[in-house]
């Protein structure tokens, strides 16, 4: 998509911290979804499900859970990437919110950036006693391993120790989900610059931004501008830009045309999304070489010359005399 976005350069630019806020579908990434039992989850009982996205990032996970007698204490759910480690996000459901007898319970996490083959675990606890114990359920069998991605842990001392059935296929029931990453370029930047001497050197700055779904990646690259004067950009491309990343400052350094002759210079830099041309922006591009160098120029030039800079001179110094003079005894 086209945009084209106009500061002032020579003014003070606040940017406010982008976070975008495009719309998403969630898209299921991983699943396992049969069982023939159920582990009880309470106290020092922890169940784990490992798992492999192939996906990022990591938007929120169901599970399914029975639950038989009320229960006051919350279900809790991280996600981990060592089963002994720390959680990188976690969720407590209350009791009175998990469903009686057995349901799939959705967990909204903060969106969480993982790494598409890498091993996570979905860790599950709860502080309720055993009479009131949650249950997970899993599916067992000798044969055939319905998820190969990942396995049931279980751990008897609160997470310190984990093991699993080596004897027989386990896994947990539990659904992963994500969504498509859409990154989208957007740019902040208009260049002005005004009563520029020929072959000087300008500044200026401009801001690239993704605008994107949250967590997505965009690779960008300047790929035309002006033809007028030399260019000079502090980088020409960037890669893995995500929204939460902020306004990218790119600085611009220009010497202008050694030409006199006044005139206003009108340009464009085009900057584009590498995987999506059709997704690009625009700065404009100005540059005023005003009258009075030309001017200047033409007296450096006629004054340099051996006779004719002398007369010049003479004159230019006789009629400054005269007009003081003139000053002087007009009063």
Known sequence: MQKICIMM???ILILPSILAQHPVEHVLDQKQENYTDSFLIYGSIWIAQSFKPSMTPLVKVEIMVRKMYPIESPLIISIRDNLTGNDLTYRYIPGSQVPYFTNWIEIDFPDIEVIPGKTYYIVVRSRTSADKAYQWLYVQNKSTDFYKRGRLWMSFDKGGNW???EEVFQDCTFRTYSYRSIPDLECEGYLNWSDVRPGNIVNGTFC????????SYLNWSIYS???WGKWNFSTCSG???RPEDGPFMVRV??????SYMPRVYTGEIKVVNQNDKSDYCIMKARLVIPKKYL???IWEILTSLPIIGEILKRLFNETATLRMES???GR
């Not at 690239?208 to 967590?215: E, K, Q």
């Not at 350094?253 to 050694?258: G, N």
């Open 225 to 227: 501008w002006p033809m």
């Open 239 to 241: 890669s893995k830009l």
């Open 327 to 329: 000053r002087y005894y």
């Open 295 to 297: 001017k200047e120029r």
């Open 163 to 165: 093991t699993y059935a």
């Open 208 to 215: 690239v931004m993704n605008v994107g779904t949250p967590l």
């Open 9 to 11: 350069i020579s003014a």
């Open 253 to 258: 350094s220009v010497m202008a045309p050694e």
